[in-house]
């Protein structure tokens, strides 16, 4: 009997699926293959269960530990090991065994008695390290049949932690009364407190920057020598720091030293400046006003020398956005004084950027090809000018129709943008940590079915406190805006005016404050939080001055304007579970309101909020989501109007398992929930119909990791879709192979 090749090809396709499948159930498949039966065969760790350890998490410990299991889920399948094992059947120098087994794969875990005893050592340590000094170990081996797969079981007795009994400094006599006090004050270890090898390396440190910071630079770790002295019963502990103090010192002469970029420093290129005991050498052509870097530097000569003031001068220094580096150097101590130099590197003056970006904006490949222009240090003062040109537009999606109130509209087969921008900004805005920006930009959009101009001017301040805030002030934006539904009849628009459409677009006259937070550069970080929080008041300033008093609607120089509130506030929480797992979630909340002589009237269209796409619910197209429970046939045309209120939940489980590029890569599985909802009315937010208004998705994703970010591929499926018929919202029935909606994207979608 002849077999066809389909069917050949799907045997063989069952074959390798069964062997993938059982041998990541069970890692001693095949080990009768790699090891004769003359070899003795390895036991192969099936469990490891850590038992009675309270005060310490597991993560901690087995992060400690060389023993461990194989990654595994539902209790039994470990598909990373099963692609080790199926890399087996390529030849040993074959490349697809190496990707298999060293990119993709995870070998199976091997019990050794020798590193397992080193574990229980490294595990007793990093008790001691916690207080328990007198924690047990003991450990039990449980084999199966064969003695193939072994679990271990280890049992933790804690016992009682050491408590600080008492704590003395040796060596701080120059100290004055109020500096003793806010010393002892600050101290990471207390009496009373359980005693920890790790607060004891803090306090360490505390110690040391606490002196740096009064004079006496070349204080270090190695300046300090604790002394612990333990009860008979390991119960308590009396704690001793002798303190030696090294000489303290005051700034002397500061040089900073500019570099060209592309040539040596010439004594011809040379043009020095000295004032205020600081002397700034600039070796370019390029003219460099010296108070620029003077008001930068955060310390002088006769100051008391600290690092933060030096910490503070770098950071001062870098947001002047010209130098590449900037690094300060001690270079002698005389009399009492240390002298240093900061020298700088300049980045080059004019920057030419083309760029291409990529997305799925529209549900159809996006291209958004744009060039900019920067100069970095247009009149000397670190004033940097943008030039920037950017376009974006969808090949072949056809023309395409939708049915709204029962009209058929005839949408726009091609969507495009178009964006001009210039930008011109100032460092040293009243502080050293404040830049001045003013922005002018044209923009056009046509994404059906409306077609959008807008023309904006606006004056931005941006502050920052430190490394992890940053707080953008816009005290004023002026924005002019066309909105056009050229596809659309009288008597549909009518209907959009009902459902809160404006009938007319007036200017917007805005002022905002936004703050974010991102704890990303702490380099010791145990999860990672973001936030950020916007304020936006529109229709105050020409209010307040007298052009919003009197009847009718609010206008200044004849022109409507607009008068509206927007809040919103975007959290995100990430962490880590494991090595090459993390869960994060993010929680969006937004509400759009007029008030004052726009209290009556709809919201403007460009600062509504919208709900589905890449960044948002991922079950739905690019803003196709909402609001309420907005009917399918017409939410091509109603959720791209967007709406007043937006409430936004994801969660996801991020697994890194193999590297591309030299980048972490792996699996994301998600779930997101949300929706946009109108104020009043229709599709308004009431709690009686909230959870039926809800729209719910799960979905997969991959990441691959490149210089830029993580590229991102996910596929979505809807769980529940509020657009449908009561009846038929649940979708989990329905799902089909293909029936996903996919995104993609550079970066992690929050």
């Known amino acids: 009997m002849v077999i066809p090749a389909s069917e050949r090809r799907a045997r063989l396709l069952a074959s390798v699926l069964s062997f993938l499948f059982l041998s990541s159930i069970s890692p001693t498949l095949l080990f009768a293959q790699v090891f004769p039966a003359s070899a003795p065969k390895p036991a192969y760790i099936d469990r490891l269960l ?47 065994r190496n990707f298999f087994q060293n990119t993709l794969g995870e070998a199976p875990a091997e019990y050794d008695s020798l590193i397992f005893q080193d574990d229980l050592a490294r595990l007793s340590e990093l008790y001691a390290a916690n207080g328990y000094l007198s924690a047990t170990f003991r450990s039990t081996l449980e084999y199966n049949s064969d003695s193939s797969l072994v679990t271990i079981r280890l049992m933790i007795d804690e016992g009682e932690p050491t408590v600080i009994r008492s704590i003395e400094y040796v060596g701080i006599e120059p100290l004055d009364k109020d500096e003793r006090e806010l010393f002892e004050r600050e101290a990471f270890i207390h009496t009373g407190e359980v005693y920890a090898i790790r607060d004891m390396l803090r306090e ?179 004033e940097s000018f943008t030039f920037a040109v950017s376009g974006g537009f969808q090949p072949n999606l056809g023309a395409r129709t939708q049915v709204f109130s029962g009209e058929e509209i005839a949408l726009d087969p091609i969507v495009y943008n178009f964006d001009a921008r210039l930008e011109y900004s100032v460092p040293y805005f009243f502080s050293p940590r404040n830049r001045l920006i003013a922005l002018l930009q044209y923009s056009i959009l046509q994404d059906a079915p409306r077609r959008q101009q807008s023309a904006l001017l606006r004056f931005r301040s941006q502050i920052f406190p430190n490394a992890f805030q940053q707080i953008t002030l816009d005290f004023l934006e002026v924005e002019f805006v066309d909105i056009q539904l050229p596809n659309v009849s009288d008597a549909v628009k009518e209907d959009l005016f009902n459902r809160g459409v404006p009938r007319t677009f007036p200017r917007n006259i805005s002022n905002r404050i936004d703050f974010f937070f991102s704890n990303l550069p702490e380099a010791r970080r145990t999860l990672d939080a973001r936030l950020n929080a916007t304020f936006e008041i529109s229709g105050a300033l020409p209010y307040l001055f007298g052009a919003g008093f009197g009847a009718g609607e609010a206008q200044l120089l004849g022109l409507r304007y607009n008068q ?187």
């Open 50 to 96: 850590i038992i009675g350890n309270q005060a310490l998490k597991e993560k901690d410990l087995i992060a400690e530990m060389r023993t461990r299991e194989n990654t595994v889920y539902f209790s039994f399948f470990r598909p990373w090991v099963g692609l080790y094992q199926f890399g087996k059947i390529f030849p040993d120098s074959s490349s697809l």
């Open 204 to 382: 360490r440190a505390r110690i040391v920057t606490f002196f740096q910071e009064r004079g006496y630079a070349f204080m270090s770790p190695d300046s300090i020598r604790a002394e612990v002295r333990l009860s008979d019963n390991n119960r308590s502990a009396a704690i001793r720091f002798f303190i030696h103090l090294p000489q303290q010192l005051r700034f002397g002469e500061i040089v900073a030293i500019i570099h060209n970029p592309v040539q040596s420093d010439t004594v011809s290129a040379l043009r020095r400046s000295i004032e205020d005991g600081i002397q700034v050498d600039v070796y370019s052509e390029q003219h460099i006003d010296p108070y620029l870097i003077r008001r930068s530097i955060a310390y002088r000569p006769d100051y008391l020398s600290s690092i933060s003031a030096k910490r503070e001068t770098l950071q001062q220094l870098g947001l002047l956005g010209i130098f590449e580096s900037a690094t300060i150097r001690d270079d002698s101590v005389r009399n009492d004084r240390l002298y240093t130099t900061i020298d700088l590197q300049l980045l080059p003056r004019h920057q030419i950027k083309p760029e291409l970006r990529i997305d799925n904006r529209n549900n159809a490949p996006n291209f958004s090809p744009a060039i900019s222009y920067l100069n970095r240090n247009m009149f000397g003062g670190a």
């Open 564 to 750: 509206f509130i927007r809040l919103s506030a975007l959290g995100s929480l990430g962490i880590p579970v494991s090595g090459n797992s993390q869960i994060a979630f993010k929680i969006f909340v937004g509400y759009l309101f007029p008030y004052a002589k726009s209290a009556g009237n709809p919201t403007p269209l460009e600062r509504r909020f919208y709900a589905g796409g890449p960044n948002s619910l991922r079950g739905w197209g690019f803003n196709l989501l909402g609001p309420g429970n907005n009917p399918a046939d017409s939410a091509l045309a109603v959720s791209r109007l967007g709406s007043d209120i937006k409430l936004e939940f994801s969660l996801e489980q991020r697994l890194s398992f193999f590297r591309t590029f030299g980048y972490p890569s792996g699996l994301v599985i998600f779930f997101d929930a949300g929706n946009i909802w109108a104020r009043e009315g229709e599709n308004a937010l009431a709690a009686s119909t909230f959870f039926e208004q809800i729209g719910v998705n799960t979905g997969l994703g991959l990441r691959f990791g490149t210089p830029i970010g993580p590229l991102r591929l996910d596929f979505a499926y809807r769980i529940y879709d509020p657009s449908l018929p009561l009846a038929d919202r649940w979708q989990i029935q329905k799902w089909q192979l293909g029936g996903f909606q996919f995104n993609f994207g550079i970066g992690e979608a929050f």
